[in-house]
């Protein structure tokens, strides 16, 4: 048994050496397709016995940008610009996970970074989501502030909820970056047949964790972006995330319109307030009402 994870009082239930546990969890850490390939070897060869061999855990960036069109990602907006240059008048950011990014399951980042690129700049950035000072690997709060700050016109954010060490740095920063956060939804284990022909859309959980939580930051437009699909490497078949193109072109487009609203003189802008009204009772106990909430206020 190799009992690994976060946690390393999970590895006190292992049946194999620290070592050999440390380095497997390493393997995992890291990621990507080489690393896992290498720990498979690992283990056999080092817990079963077998004539393999492997390679060591090979680091790679904890957090950076990235583009479909570079072999490699970037470690800092300097480099990145001056490999990509500047297109557009404006630019978004997208923050998503490193699991993403290290294991090649990029389908829906690609889908927006180039529907996006039609009209904008952006800067697409990966990160390990709560951070780990120990490993030098920055949480998406410190990413934001790094990457984002005085450069972005709004963000889209792919991860379930805004990392920032506790909840009053996480409002901090979102208020100093002052821009429109989306959250684009992806149903993980549905293809968009299934999802399309579900008439719920979205699990429970999915709701809880991918559409509440993050209202409480602040985060908008849940609109659904990404599907599971199924991929093919040497007749073994394994799942992965693509975009739902017009569901992508729906969140590119509100967001250039988000972006023109900000540039509108506030004299051009319009507001309307959509109030809640529960049929089944009078409409002077409920028309506004929202539980725990100051809606009218």
């Not at 009082?9 to 690393?35: C, D, Q, R």
């Not at 996480?170 to 208020?175: A, D, E, G, P």
């Not at 992806?186 to 959980?205: C, N």
């Not at 908008?220 to 569901?247: F, T, W």
């Amino acid at each position: 048994v190799i009992s690994f994870g976060f946690d390393p009082a999970m590895w006190s239930f292992s049946s194999v050496s620290s070592k050999i546990v440390s380095t497997v969890s390493a393997y995992v850490l890291y990621g990507g397709p080489e690393n896992i390939a290498s720990m498979f070897r690992y283990i056999g060869k080092e817990v079963l016995g077998c004539d393999y061999s492997y390679d060591q855990p090979q680091e790679s960036l904890w957090q950076g940008l990235y583009h479909p069109d570079s072999k490699e990602a970037f470690s800092t907006v300097a480099d990145y610009l001056e490999w990509r240059g500047r297109k557009h008048e404006h630019c978004v950011g997208i923050l998503f996970f490193r699991t993403y990014w290290a294991n090649g399951d990029l389908g829906i980042v690609d889908s927006l970074i180039r529907e996006l690129e039609k009209d904008v700049d952006v800067l697409p950035a990966f990160c390990f989501g709560m951070g780990d000072r120990d490993l030098g690997a920055k949480s998406s709060g410190e990413v934001v502030e790094e990457y984002f700050q005085g450069r972005v016109d709004g963000v889209i954010n792919l991860q379930s909820i805004f990392h920032a060490g506790s909840a009053e740095q996480s409002v901090q920063i979102l208020k100093r970056l002052d821009r429109p956060v989306f959250h684009p939804l992806t149903v993980y284990h549905k293809s968009e047949e299934e999802w399309r022909e579900d008439s719920l859309g979205l699990s429970s959980s999915e709701v809880g964790w991918t559409v509440a939580l993050p209202e409480f930051e602040g985060l908008i437009e849940p609109i659904l972006a990404g599907v599971s699909a199924k991929n093919e490497i040497a007749a073994m078949e394994y799942e992965c995330h693509q975009g739902v193109a017009d569901r992508i072109e729906k969140i590119a487009r509100r967001m250039k319109r988000w972006i023109s609203l900000k540039n509108k003189p506030p004299s051009e802008r319009k507001v309307a307030f959509i109030l809640h009204n529960n049929p089944c009772a009078s409409a002077e106990a409920t028309v506004g009402s929202g539980a725990h909430l100051d809606t009218l206020e």
